[in-house]
């Protein structure tokens, strides 16, 4: 069964860093790109970026690049999305969804919130 | 950036009613769209992918149609369990973008 779970809930400061994870289990990790989508409180989906665990090879939506990194460890099936300073306007739900080759997501996580509040 | 305006942005039906949603592109995505429903709390779920395939153990009632800026989400007879909010998404390049949604409400 094709899983992805995710870290949990998380309270932060603004400027602080966080690094939130995503682990894949049930299908080989390193064939299929993973998506980050972000959902902020009482609004839509938003795209944020994909990498590919074999290769690390990373596309970021415009809006979200320089803003956040999104990476992989291929050796533990888990990749994981980083803020190096914490905004309030981070506050959202994010997702990790497994990503079919025209970039459909066919899989997801089950969401971390990431609340940013001093 | 391709734009994907959804409509309506809410649609008050009843169970039993066919639902029909709307998704229009700003330019040609070809088949390359998808469909996924979200309910409260919930993560959303893959329905429909390259604009008419169903997804594995979907039901036979969701069907999707359309090709280059205009698709449509059919639900053929609703189900107390499909008010939910159903966003659509194009993957015709690796900018990838979605709707901002279509709410399915009881009357």
């Known amino acids: 069964e094709v899983q992805l779970v995710q870290s949990g809930a998380e309270v932060k400061k603004p400027g602080e860093s966080l690094k939130i994870s995503c682990k894949g289990s049930g299908y080989s990790f390193t064939t299929y790109w993973i998506g980050w989508v972000r959902q902020m409180p009482g609004k839509g989906l938003e795209w944020m970026g994909i990498i590919y665990p074999s290769d690390s090879d990373t596309r970021y939506s415009p809006s979200f690049q320089g803003q956040v990194t999104i990476s992989a460890d291929k050796s533990i099936s888990t990749a994981y999305l980083q803020w190096s300073s914490l905004k309030a306007s981070d506050t959202a739900i994010y997702y990790c969804?497994?990503?079919?080759?025209?970039?459909?997501?066919?899989?997801w996580g089950q969401g971390t919130l990431v609340t940013v509040s001093s | 950036e391709i734009v994907l305006t959804q409509s309506p942005a809410t649609l008050s039906l009843s169970p039993g009613e066919r639902a029909t949603l709307s998704c229009r592109a700003s330019q040609s995505v070809g088949s390359y769209l998808a469909w996924y429903q979200q309910k409260p709390g919930q993560a959303p779920r893959l329905l429909i992918y390259d604009a008419s395939n169903r997804a594995t153990g979907i039901p036979a009632r969701f069907s999707g149609s359309g090709s280059g800026t205009d698709f449509t989400l059919t639900i053929s007879s609703l189900e107390p369990e499909d008010f939910a909010v159903y966003y659509c998404q194009q993957c015709r390049n690796w900018l990838l973008t979605f709707g901002g949604g279509t709410k399915v409400e009881i009357k």
């Open positions: 969804a497994r990503t079919l080759d025209a970039g459909t997501f066919d899989y």
